[in-house]
């Protein structure tokens, strides 16, 4: 089955505690992206990747570091977690060929206090 | 800058009345792409729609039914006979010939029985 996953669903941290939010696909895309979702303010582009080693800024990328070292992972980093990074974060994936819609993961559930 | 704007925040409806939800949107690009997106209260996103920009064709799938209208730079959504099940959170959103899609702000939808 395409499937975008990732993990942890929910996550609850403290202020400063780096945490990693996996995100895996396996349909072979080349392009992965990073989402947050706020009440109001709809999605923001964290950061994406165009292809293994090729990643890129996105609209909100204060705090949050991302690699790909792999097609299929896409990790997002928060080194020092801060409570206003607290939000429902989403993965989403889609092939760079012809533009078909994006694939996105279940989402994680960040609370930092 | 590209730009999507929801107005309504949120619509109550008594269900099996019709209901449309609204999407303006800004773009200087010629070549585009809107889509809308279901967020049901299980969280995950659900792909609806995608529209290019040059095809202005209203479409109908079901109960849908998609008006885009490059005159007034609108893509809206509307959702005949409306169902509890439709009740959920509805996002729009613009992708240019940058691979970034902006979201809208999203509008809740509560079907009342």
């Known amino acids: 089955e395409a499937q975008v996953t990732q993990n942890p669903r929910y996550l609850i941290t403290v202020t400063g505690k780096k945490l990693t939010v996996t995100c895996s696909q396996n349909?072979?895309?080349?392009?992965m992206s990073w989402y947050r979702q706020d009440p109001g303010l709809g999605l923001r582009q964290i950061y994406y990747?165009?292809?293994?080693?090729?990643?890129d800024k996105g609209d909100v990328p204060e705090g949050y570091k991302v690699s790909r070292k792999e097609k299929r992972n896409f990790p997002l980093i928060l080194e020092s977690p801060s409570p206003n990074q607290t939000s429902l974060y989403f993965c989403?994936?889609?092939?760079?060929?012809?533009?078909?819609?994006?694939?996105f993961g279940p989402g994680t559930r960040l609370t930092v206090t | 800058a590209q730009k999507v704007t929801q107005a309504q925040t949120e619509i109550s409806v008594v269900e099996k009345e019709d209901v449309t939800l609204d999407c303006v949107y800004e773009?200087?690009?010629?070549?585009?792409?809107l889509f809308w997106y279901k967020q049901p209260p299980s969280g995950e996103l659900v792909f609806l729609i995608r529209r290019n920009s040059f095809d202005e064709q209203n479409e109908i799938s079901g109960r849908y039914s998609w008006n885009f209208q490059k005159s007034t730079s609108s893509f809206n959504f509307t959702i005949t006979a409306s169902q509890v099940v439709d009740s959920a959170v509805y996002f729009c959103?613009?992708?240019?010939?940058?691979?970034?899609?902006?979201f809208g702000q999203g509008t809740r939808l509560t079907i009342n029985p």
């Open positions: 773009t200087r690009d010629t070549t585009y792409y």
């Open positions: 349909m072979n895309h080349e392009y």
């Open positions: 990747s165009m292809n293994v080693e090729v990643t």
């Open positions: 989403a994936s889609r092939s760079l060929g012809q533009y078909y819609e994006q694939y």
């Open positions: 959103a613009l992708k240019g010939p940058s691979q970034k899609l902006v």
